[in-house]
T-cell receptor, first 111, second 112 residues
Framework: GDSVTQMEGPVTLSEEAFLTINCTYT??????LFWYVQYPGEGLQLLLK?????DKGSNKGFEATYRKETTSFHLEKGSVQVSDSAVYFC??????????FGKGTRLSVIA | DTAVSQTPKYLVTQMGNDKSIKCEQN?????MYWYKQDSKKFLKIMFS???????INETVPNRFSPKSPDKAHLNLHINSLELGDSAVYFC???????????FGQGTRLTVV
């Protein structure tokens, strides 16, 4: 079945550091790919998405590019802030199936 | 206005009890979901439901049942609660099953 694998955390960075959170997927066909973010005590929010190969999703300084050849959708940000501290989930959806999530990566940014 | 709201936010109950969690969305979406998030933050789909079809994750015990009185509501009923049911339960909705989902704030269920 479909699955998403993302790097295990926690990830701890200093403010203004560069962030990469790796995500790879397994799916038949051509899924849409997503990054969701969960701030402490809140539900998930969509951060960005990409629906086809080579698409780049971007939002709030975060970016991820849909790489079909490597089945990856790595999340990057050039300069993280303390307010970016959260749990980040990579996810895919295909056809009529609900979102399938990775296990989440906790990011802590320290001043 | 909150797009997807669930109540209660916290629920503490004893083993063996029956409880319900309510979910309402005011987005006019056709599809609603219930997800379970365990203590390690892993999110797992439990149900997806639209006005045509209920899809049940086969790993979900039949003590869990979704009830949809109308398109805007999808409540979760849990019978004979067990310690292992302790988790955060998230309701979500989307207009298309292969698209952006909006999540509620979650219900933290603790079974003692």
């Amino acid at each position: 079945g479909d699955s998403v694998t993302q790097m295990e955390g926690p990830v701890t960075l200093s403010e203004e550091a560069f962030l990469t959170i790796n995500c790879t997927y397994t799916a038949t066909g051509y899924p849409s790919l997503f990054w969701y973010v969960q701030y402490p005590g809140e539900g998930l929010q969509l951060l960005l998405k990409a629906t086809k190969a080579d698409d780049k999703g971007s939002n709030k300084g975060f970016e991820a590019t849909y790489r079909k050849e490597t089945t990856s959708f790595h999340l990057e940000k050039g300069s993280v802030q303390v307010s970016d501290s959260a749990v980040y989930f990579c996810a895919l959806a295909r056809g009529n199936t609900p979102l399938v999530f990775g296990k989440g990566t906790r990011l802590s940014v320290i001043a | 206005d909150t797009a997807v709201s669930q109540t209660p936010k916290y629920l503490v109950t004893q083993m063996g009890n029956d409880k319900s969690i309510k979910c309402e969305q005011n987005l006019g979406h056709d599809t609603m979901y219930w997800y379970k998030q365990d203590s390690k933050k892993f999110l797992k789909i439990m149900f997806s439901y639209n006005n045509k079809e209920l899809i049940i994750n086969e790993t979900v015990p039949n003590r869990f049942s979704p009830k949809s009185p109308d398109k805007a509501h999808l409540n979760l009923h849990i019978n004979s609660l067990e310690l292992g049911d302790s988790a955060v339960y998230f309701c979500a909705s989307s207009q298309e099953t292969n698209g952006k989902a909006f999540f509620g704030q979650g219900t933290r269920l603790t079974v003692v």
